[in-house]
Protein backbone atom coordinates (compact mmCIF):
# COMPACT_ATOMS: atom_id res chain seq x y z
CA UNK A 1 0.00 0.00 0.00
CA UNK A 2 1.31 3.47 -1.21
CA UNK A 3 1.84 5.97 1.72
CA UNK A 4 -1.02 8.11 1.92
CA UNK A 5 -0.54 12.00 1.83
CA UNK A 6 -3.32 14.05 3.42
CA UNK A 7 -1.44 17.65 2.75
CA UNK A 8 0.85 17.19 6.00
CA UNK A 9 4.32 15.72 6.12
CA UNK A 10 4.95 16.71 2.31
CA UNK A 11 8.86 15.55 2.79
CA UNK A 12 8.38 12.36 4.61
CA UNK A 13 6.01 11.83 2.01
CA UNK A 14 7.64 12.29 -1.12
CA UNK A 15 11.18 10.11 0.09
CA UNK A 16 8.87 7.17 0.99
CA UNK A 17 6.62 7.40 -2.16
CA UNK A 18 10.05 7.62 -3.98
CA UNK A 19 11.08 4.41 -2.43
CA UNK A 20 8.12 3.24 -2.62
CA UNK A 21 7.42 3.64 -6.52
CA UNK A 22 11.32 2.69 -6.80
CA UNK A 23 10.87 -0.37 -5.13
CA UNK A 24 8.02 -2.02 -7.18
CA UNK A 25 9.57 -0.91 -10.19
CA UNK A 26 12.49 1.02 -11.13
CA UNK A 27 10.93 1.35 -14.99
CA UNK A 28 8.47 2.88 -13.20
CA UNK A 29 10.32 5.47 -11.37
CA UNK A 30 12.06 6.76 -15.12
CA UNK A 31 8.18 7.33 -16.42
CA UNK A 32 7.67 9.72 -13.40
CA UNK A 33 11.11 11.94 -13.88
CA UNK A 34 11.26 11.30 -17.54
CA UNK A 35 7.77 11.71 -18.91
CA UNK A 36 8.24 10.05 -22.04
CA UNK A 37 6.65 11.25 -25.10
CA UNK A 38 4.45 9.14 -27.60
CA UNK A 39 3.37 9.43 -31.34
CA UNK A 40 0.08 11.05 -31.41
CA UNK A 41 -1.66 8.88 -33.32
CA UNK A 42 -2.26 4.81 -31.88
CA UNK A 43 -2.07 2.63 -34.76
CA UNK A 44 1.74 4.34 -34.99
CA UNK A 45 2.06 2.49 -31.06
CA UNK A 46 5.16 0.35 -31.28
CA UNK A 47 5.41 -2.33 -28.59
CA UNK A 48 7.70 0.22 -26.40
CA UNK A 49 5.25 2.55 -26.93
CA UNK A 50 2.68 0.03 -25.48
CA UNK A 51 5.17 -0.83 -22.30
CA UNK A 52 5.22 3.16 -21.74
CA UNK A 53 1.74 3.97 -21.56
CA UNK A 54 1.19 0.47 -19.13
CA UNK A 55 3.82 2.08 -16.83
CA UNK A 56 2.50 5.24 -16.89
CA UNK A 57 -0.64 3.91 -15.80
CA UNK A 58 0.08 1.78 -13.05
CA UNK A 59 2.84 4.87 -11.77
CA UNK A 60 -0.72 7.11 -11.84
CA UNK A 61 -2.73 4.33 -10.47
CA UNK A 62 -0.19 4.55 -7.44
CA UNK A 63 0.00 7.75 -6.90
CA UNK A 64 -3.89 8.07 -7.15
CA UNK A 65 -4.45 5.99 -4.55
CA UNK A 66 -1.86 7.74 -2.28
CA UNK A 67 -3.35 10.70 -1.96
CA UNK A 68 -6.53 12.46 0.14
CA UNK A 69 -9.59 13.76 -2.09
CA UNK A 70 -9.14 17.65 -1.76
CA UNK A 71 -5.10 16.74 -3.14
CA UNK A 72 -6.33 14.36 -5.61
CA UNK A 73 -8.59 17.09 -7.13
CA UNK A 74 -6.05 19.06 -7.53
CA UNK A 75 -4.07 17.08 -9.92
CA UNK A 76 -6.98 14.69 -11.35
CA UNK A 77 -6.48 16.93 -15.06
CA UNK A 78 -2.81 15.96 -15.12
CA UNK A 79 -2.67 13.54 -18.32
CA UNK A 80 0.76 11.64 -16.90
CA UNK A 81 2.42 10.39 -13.79
CA UNK A 82 5.50 13.16 -14.38
CA UNK A 83 3.40 16.14 -15.07
CA UNK A 84 1.22 14.62 -11.34
CA UNK A 85 4.48 14.76 -9.92
CA UNK A 86 5.83 17.57 -10.94
CA UNK A 87 2.31 19.37 -9.40
CA UNK A 88 2.69 17.26 -6.04
CA UNK A 89 6.76 18.80 -5.68
CA UNK A 90 5.52 22.32 -6.91
CA UNK A 91 2.72 22.29 -4.18
CA UNK A 92 4.76 20.72 -1.70
CA UNK A 93 7.56 23.03 -1.87
CA UNK A 94 5.59 25.76 -1.59
CA UNK A 95 3.93 24.92 1.81
CA UNK A 96 7.00 23.71 3.39
CA UNK A 97 8.68 27.35 2.37
CA UNK A 98 5.56 29.25 4.35
CA UNK A 99 6.50 27.63 7.37
Known amino acids: MPPFFDGNNFNEWKIKMTSFIQCIDYDLWDVVVSDPKLPKSKVRYDENDRELLRLNA ?42
Open 58 to 99: KVKHIIYYSLSYNIFESISLCSSANKIWNKLMSHGDRRIKKQ
